[in-house]
């Protein structure tokens, strides 16, 4: 269940995301699916680097 606190934050932010697209619906979700589907690509990347023992085992601190 989301609380009321967290609904107020998520409409706001949906009135700012179709604010910045001129109140254009079909504009603002166009740009919420392109940053998910670049959310969804640096995600697979860092599988990807997790996954042949990446920066984990090197002890970089590239996540941090």
């Keep these: 269940m989301i609380s009321r606190s967290n609904k ?3 409409e706001a932010a ?3 995301i179709v ?3 001129n109140g254009d619906i ?3 979700l166009r740009a919420l699916l392109l940053i998910n589907e670049q ?3 640096e995600l697979q990347q860092l599988y ?3 996954a042949v023992g990446g920066p984990f085992e090197r002890g970089s601190h590239a996540l941090h």
């Design 39 to 41: 959310l969804e690509v």
């Design 26 to 28: 079909h504009g603002a």
């Design 14 to 16: 949906i009135d700012q």
């Design 8 to 10: 107020a934050a998520i």
């Design 19 to 21: 604010a910045r697209c």
């Design 48 to 50: 990807a680097a997790v």
